[in-house]
Every structure is written in structure tokens, then in C-alpha cells.
């Protein structure tokens, strides 16, 4: 409703932080109770979510694969899940070779630099911090770019363009590339 074009999701809810979770805050609870009410949080998420990309069509969720260097199978976050609008980002390094600390599977389809990447502190000193919650702005940036020059993209325009002009690495990871994105949402301005 407020007309945001893209969302970049960079938080993570996954099912083995909740049982840690209550691990430490609850000890008392059965190791089963635990895992299901982790299961049912993360379940529930990933329901409200999905309704949420569904009712939002236009926008392109971007969200970051976490940094366990686990498979998403195991750590299962909330965002393990394909939608057509919705896209799970990866962290390689400088080299464009995934990182060790980045978390995959077939979920995750798109990967870019999360490694030292520049930014700002509140009130203007550098920082360049590292993880998939960098590597998801650089993608969130080039989406909101290619809407500069073709504002009527849909979400999932988004997404398929930025996979289909992305280069895979030597071990297969789609990595980002920017200015062919862009290219390709002008030229299907056109």
C-alpha cells in the first residue's frame, strides 16, 4: 500500500534459532515440545509471508540466505520457500566464490558480493561489514535500478531477469550482474 517496488528482507527466523532458543529460556520444556513449537513458528511465518508475496504481485521480495554455511534444509528459516516475486540471495566472496559461512540450497538462486562491502553507521562513518544481509542490498539495489528504466516490471519480471542475465561462477552459483540487469529491463521497455 505504500507503493514500495522492492523489500529487502534481511532478518533471519529459523527453526534451529527458536530451539535455541527455548533451550536457554525454557529447559524445563521436552526436547519434542520444543521442536514443535519452533516448527509451528516457522511454519506460521512462512504461511503469513507467502499470503503477503501473493497479495503484492508488483513487488519483488529480497531476502538473504543466512550465514549458519548451512543447508536450508536444516536450519529451515521462515523464507525457505520459492515464490515468483520472491528471491533467496547468497553471499560470495570479492572472487565470486561462495563464501563458507553463506546458507544454500535450491532456494537460494541468486548470489552476490557479501564480503566487506561498504556502508554506513548511523551518523556517517564506514563500516563494511560482511554476510548475506550484504549481499542481499546489492541485489535489492540493481532491482530498484532496473525499475528506474522500466517502472512497469512486475515482481517476477524482476526476478527472471535478474537470474536470466546473471553469470554462473565456477561451481555453478548465479551471480549478480548488475548492468546486464539493467539492460535488460530497458530493452524490455522498449
Known amino acids: 500500500e505504500s507503493g514500495a517496488r522492492v523489500v529487502n528482507m534481511s532478518w533471519g527466523r529459523f527453526e534451529t534459532s527458536y530451539i535455541a532458543n527455548l533451550e536457554a529460556c525454557a529447559p524445563e520444556m ?72 553463506t546458507n544454500v540450497g535450491v532456494e537460494v538462486t541468486l548470489y552476490a558480493n557479501g564480503d566487506r562491502v561498504p556502508g554506513r553507521l548511523p551518523g556517517g562513518q564506514w563500516s563494511a561489514p560482511t554476510g548475506t544481509s550484504m549481499a ?35 561451481t555453478g552459483q548465479l551471480l549478480l550482474h548488475p548492468a546486464r540487469a539493467v539492460a535488460a529491463a530497458r530493452r524490455r521497455a522498449e
Open 136 to 170: 542481499t542490498p546489492n541485489v535489492t539495489n540493481t532491482a530498484a535500478r532496473m525499475l528506474a528504466v522500466n517502472p512497469d516490471l512486475s515482481g517476477a519480471e524482476l526476478r527472471q531477469l535478474l537470474e536470466e542475465t546473471a553469470d554462473p561462477n565456477a
Open 30 to 101: 521436552a526436547a519434542g515440545e520444543r521442536q514443535a513449537l519452533a516448527r509451528y513458528t516457522v511454519e506460521s511465518i512462512r504461511e503469513v509471508l507467502r499470503e503477503g508475496m501473493a497479495a503484492a504481485p508488483q513487488v519483488l521480495f529480497v531476502g538473504a540466505a543466512g550465514n549458519a554455511g548451512a543447508s536450508l534444509d536444516v536450519a529451515n528459516p521462515a523464507t525457505r520457500f520459492s515464490a515468483p516475486n520472491f528471491i533467496l540471495v547468497g553471499a560470495v566472496d570479492r572472487q565470486g566464490e561462495a563464501t563458507d559461512y
